[in-house]
């Protein structure tokens, strides 16, 4: 079998040519006007960023040509598992190929095999106290772990330009297998657990994660974790994704650009909507119970309006239909009905207020063009039903997305993109723009 070193390098020469075609023939010519709205509205609508392993429409997500459920039928599966395969999808993502089952499984290990942390680090990282948030011990790690940098030491003794993506998939690998060891050591650490289970390569990453957090026999948990990473590797030039992009454009090296992504994801209009969204919820069952009318959410959400709030889990700055991972979600929900009378209503209660909340959106936020929810509505919800604690949904999916991004980063340095340096104008350069 390939290794994901082998297929990378198979697509690299295609790829490249491209890159050289379009730099050459077309180089300037133009693909679209620039408005002042682009400009004045954070870039909304400007097709100005290369990115390799998605294509993000204002309808869909799809990956080197395929939608998500294209990919769900066509990737392998973990053995005895019916969830898409986070290892699959990342291969995917890095190759544009499918990957056989025993590829997967190769490529699984070796990324678990890489997780194992230097000594001095798991001190750094027990040192550290437990009354900091997660995602701040998760990210003051990773800046610690830059040292083990292998891009970094090639960049600093000389490694052609040409070679430099091979150190940058050798980090990004250990970074797979890191990041959620290093996520899972945190709960454990905040629980009281132990703190010095490793992975085992015979487990995939989701199996491993789950040992580690003490929910090693809970399968259900397990497959959605399987699934969640799928579906969160990768949405485009996301808030969180951008961040790493920016910042490893100037060949930041993996661990610092991951750790920037964590920080880009603790917004409340981006990833941190995924904690808000359960406790918005959890607020809406103690305050309506469990299964409030279409009157009892409406007069709810609209004082939640009125006061000035965002209403976590709906909206999007790019889609403009239902976030297409919400259905995938949903049916997880269908084919693995939680047995707890609780979590069940708390989870129906989510799905009425799904389909009540958009038509008071469409109501009272005339201005706002997507009122249908995002996968934030229910992602974080299902997993707080699981038992894992709101403070370490940000950590649970910057593991995926950390993950996902790479794949962008090593294509950036095979490619040989250029750091990012957009022209900036003040608004009265824009005037006089306009007016002359
Ligand atoms: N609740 C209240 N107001 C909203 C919401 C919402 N959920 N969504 C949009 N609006 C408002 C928005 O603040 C803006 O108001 P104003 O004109 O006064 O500035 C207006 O509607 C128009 O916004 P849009 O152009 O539709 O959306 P925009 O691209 O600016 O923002 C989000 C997109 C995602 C930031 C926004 O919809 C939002 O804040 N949603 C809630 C937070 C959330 O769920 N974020 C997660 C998104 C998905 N993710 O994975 O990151
Ligand atoms: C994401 O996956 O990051 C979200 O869909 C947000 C976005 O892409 O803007």
């Given at each position: 079998g390939r290794t994901i070193f082998d297929a990378v390098s198979a697509r690299i020469p295609s790829r490249a040519a491209l890159a050289v075609k379009l730099m050459t023939k077309?180089?300037?010519?133009?693909?679209q006007e620039v408005t002042v709205e682009n400009v004045m509205n954070g870039?909304?609508?400007?097709?100005c960023i290369l990115w390799e392993i998605s294509e993000t429409g204002a309808t869909g997500i799809r990956h080197h040509g395929k939608s998500l459920q294209e990919l769900e039928a066509l990737l392998p599966k973990w053995p005895g598992s019916t969830q898409m395969s986070p290892e699959a999808m990342l291969w995917y993502l890095y190759t544009a190929t499918v990957p056989t089952p025993a590829e997967v499984q190769t490529f699984a290990a070796e990324i678990s095999a890489r997780a194992e942390l230097p000594l001095e680090a798991q001190t750094f990282f027990d040192s550290l106290?437990?009354?900091?948030?997660p995602e701040a011990q998760v990210i003051m790690m990773l800046t610690f772990l830059s040292q083990y940098s292998k891009f970094n030491t090639a960049v600093s003794s000389g490694v052609s330009k040409d070679e430099l993506w091979r150190y940058s998939l050798e980090d990004a690998l250990d970074v797979a297998g890191r990041i959620p060891l290093i996520v899972g050591r945190a709960y454990a650490k905040g629980k009281g657990l132990s703190t010095k289970a490793g992975f085992s390569p015979s487990s995939d990453l989701a199996h491993n994660f789950a040992r580690l957090i003490g929910k090693d026999s809970d399968l259900d948990f397990i497959e959605f974790t399987r699934l969640c990473w799928c579906l969160y590797l990768d949405h485009g030039s996301s808030v969180s994704s951008h961040a790493m992009r920016l910042v490893g454009s100037?060949?930041?090296?993996?661990y610092t650009t991951i750790a920037t992504g964590i920080v880009g994801g603790t917004g409340p209009l981006h990833a941190k909507a995924i904690a808000d969204s359960v406790n918005f919820n959890l607020d809406v069952m103690s305050s309506l119970g469990a299964a409030p009318t279409k009157d009892e959410i409406f007069t709810y959400v609209g004082n939640c309006l009125t006061q000035g709030q965002i209403i976590p889990g709906y909206g999007h700055a790019?889609?403009?239909?239902?976030?297409?991972r919400l259905e995938l979600l949903r049916r997880f929900l269908d084919t693995h009905p939680s047995s707890d009378p609780k979590v069940h209503s708390f989870l129906s209660l989510i799905r009425n207020m799904n389909d009540n909340v958009p038509d008071l959106l469409r109501e009272r936020v005339r201005g706002m063009k997507n009122p249908h929810p995002n996968g934030d509505a229910l992602n974080g919800c299902i997993l707080h039903a699981y038992?894992?604690?709101?403070?370490y949904l940000l950590c649970f999916f910057a593991c995926s997305r950390a993950m996902g991004f790479m794949s962008q980063y090593i294509w950036d340095r095979a490619l040989g993109l250029s750091m990012e340096r957009p022209l900036s104008l003040t608004m009265d350069e824009l005037l006089a723009k306009v007016q002359k």
């Amino acid at each position: 079998g390939r290794t994901i070193f082998d297929a990378v390098s198979a697509r690299i020469p295609s790829r490249a040519a491209l890159a050289v075609k379009l730099m050459t023939k077309y180089r300037d010519s133009p693909i679209q006007e620039v408005t002042v709205e682009n400009v004045m509205n954070g870039m909304r609508g400007l097709q100005c960023i290369l990115w390799e392993i998605s294509e993000t429409g204002a309808t869909g997500i799809r990956h080197h040509g395929k939608s998500l459920q294209e990919l769900e039928a066509l990737l392998p599966k973990w053995p005895g598992s019916t969830q898409m395969s986070p290892e699959a999808m990342l291969w995917y993502l890095y190759t544009a190929t499918v990957p056989t089952p025993a590829e997967v499984q190769t490529f699984a290990a070796e990324i678990s095999a890489r997780a194992e942390l230097p000594l001095e680090a798991q001190t750094f990282f027990d040192s550290l106290p437990t009354n900091i948030l997660p995602e701040a011990q998760v990210i003051m790690m990773l800046t610690f772990l830059s040292q083990y940098s292998k891009f970094n030491t090639a960049v600093s003794s000389g490694v052609s330009k040409d070679e430099l993506w091979r150190y940058s998939l050798e980090d990004a690998l250990d970074v797979a297998g890191r990041i959620p060891l290093i996520v899972g050591r945190a709960y454990a650490k905040g629980k009281g657990l132990s703190t010095k289970a490793g992975f085992s390569p015979s487990s995939d990453l989701a199996h491993n994660f789950a040992r580690l957090i003490g929910k090693d026999s809970d399968l259900d948990f397990i497959e959605f974790t399987r699934l969640c990473w799928c579906l969160y590797l990768d949405h485009g030039s996301s808030v969180s994704s951008h961040a790493m992009r920016l910042v490893g454009s100037a060949w930041s090296e993996p661990y610092t650009t991951i750790a920037t992504g964590i920080v880009g994801g603790t917004g409340p209009l981006h990833a941190k909507a995924i904690a808000d969204s359960v406790n918005f919820n959890l607020d809406v069952m103690s305050s309506l119970g469990a299964a409030p009318t279409k009157d009892e959410i409406f007069t709810y959400v609209g004082n939640c309006l009125t006061q000035g709030q965002i209403i976590p889990g709906y909206g999007h700055a790019l889609l403009r239909v239902p976030d297409p991972r919400l259905e995938l979600l949903r049916r997880f929900l269908d084919t693995h009905p939680s047995s707890d009378p609780k979590v069940h209503s708390f989870l129906s209660l989510i799905r009425n207020m799904n389909d009540n909340v958009p038509d008071l959106l469409r109501e009272r936020v005339r201005g706002m063009k997507n009122p249908h929810p995002n996968g934030d509505a229910l992602n974080g919800c299902i997993l707080h039903a699981y038992g894992l604690p709101t403070e370490y949904l940000l950590c649970f999916f910057a593991c995926s997305r950390a993950m996902g991004f790479m794949s962008q980063y090593i294509w950036d340095r095979a490619l040989g993109l250029s750091m990012e340096r957009p022209l900036s104008l003040t608004m009265d350069e824009l005037l006089a723009k306009v007016q002359k």
